[in-house]
């Protein structure tokens, strides 16, 4: 008989591994990722290891709003059911695993953070081998993106173990290895929005010390100076992301620029008939189709089949929320961001801006509500925040508390 401690293990890292699994589905006969089983599994059997009759007053509210959001949609005739119902259930999935995930760990935070961490560096370390499989078998070179579904993905994915490692470098000198690796990984990636972040990533984690405030922007502004000079594929998104926007005309834009520009001004669009509210969870898909035409230079690529490139997601989380939520539904993101965010100096804060960075991303270019490592990195956030806050109070009447690195490095947990 399998005991309790066995369960608890096996769902602690198989959870750790899943977020690692966008990549992966299983057909079962229909298709379903693999992390996605592997919750539903994981949700049978937490019952037997702790209560999961009551929900927290804060995610019921959640769940209702979003509820409602599809009603009206649907209702006003810009949303439907089924794509409302792919994104409430895959919304409201997630946030209750992962907050049944970390009561079975006991909101233990750190642990499953410098997990994901180490698992992180594995992941791209494995990467490798495939990345060279495909420059050798497209006799040339090919953007690196190890195990992802693609190069913006890759980085989504490791960009808060690489801030992490890298704020461990600055502080003790270790882990210089693992900040080597990721670092090659990024560059090869070749990912435009790869690179911003880490130049936010880089201004986060230097402004936190006064020595370094002036340099901050000269360091920034010369780093992805250079990047534009040599890479192609920054160079190349850069400038047309510039005159699509500019313009207002996606006709010369590549393919990324054009997903992120048409999306942009279809949401664009959409705030215009309903600025508030939006159109509803799960309505950008049907907007876009309403409205792509009206995009000028996007008839070329509806007549080469592609114009629907990224509409579900909007291409952007900040478009798909705006076009789908409405003003107040971004409101509501940002306050979140805003509200949790650990700021100052300390292990605490490390953590904080390492999911930031990730968020960054995310709002510039990941439209997706719930890929594996989402819900993980905001209840990570949410969590990392209130026990920053109950050490504050706890600390009160003794002198300011420093999160030892012993405690968070990637040896520890």
Known sequence: MISKESLRRYIYYSTILGVFSSVLAVQVPFSIRLFDAIMLLNLLLMPLLINCAM????????????????CIGILSGTDNLPLFAKEFLGISVSL????????????????????????????????????????????????YYG?????????????PAYYWCTYLSFNSRRHLR??????????????SLGYISVAFGLV????????????VPIVVFVLLSLTYTIS??????????????????????NLSTYALISNMLVTQQVLRESPLIGNG?????????????????????????????????????????????GILGFLGLLAFVFRYHVGGRGGRAAISNAILVSFFLKLIRGGLYFPPEQFFFIFVYILNHRRSKSEV?????????????????????
């Not at 986060?204 to 340099?215: I, Y």
């Not at 510039?242 to 313009?247: G, I, K």
Request: glycine content about 8%; aromatic content about 12%.
């Open 281 to 325: 969870l799960g309505s950008h898909a049907l907007s876009h189709a309403r409205l792509i035409d009206t995009v000028p230079g996007s008839e070329q690529f509806v007549e080469r089949g592609i114009s629907t490139l990224n509409a579900p997601d909007a291409a952007s989380l900040t478009l798909r929320v705006l076009s789908e939520l």
């Open 147 to 159: 195990l992802a579904r693609e190069p913006a993905a890759f980085c989504e994915l490791v960009l």
């Open 55 to 70: 929900v927290p007053a804060w995610i019921l509210c959640f769940i209702i709003y979003l509820g409602l959001s599809g």
């Open 178 to 191: 693992e900040v080597a690796v990721l670092t090659l990984a990024i560059v090869l990636s070749g990912s």
């Open 232 to 253: 192609p594929f920054f160079r190349l998104r850069v400038d047309d992301t510039l005159l699509a926007a500019t313009s207002g005309d996606v006709g010369s834009s």
């Open 393 to 413: 109070r706890g600390a009160a009447r003794r002198a300011p508390l420093k999160l030892p690195l012993a405690r968070l490095n990637l040896e520890a947990g």
């Open 96 to 143: 209750l695993y992962f907050y049944y995930f970390f009561r079975l760990i006991h909101n233990d935070q750190e642990r499953a953070f410098l997990a994901y961490a180490r698992m992180a560096y594995w992941f791209t370390i494995i990467g490798f081998p495939f990345w060279v499989g495909k420059c050798i078998a497209s006799h040339g070179y090919e953007r």
């Open 204 to 215: 986060l984690l230097l402004s936190g010390r006064k020595k370094h405030m002036l340099a």
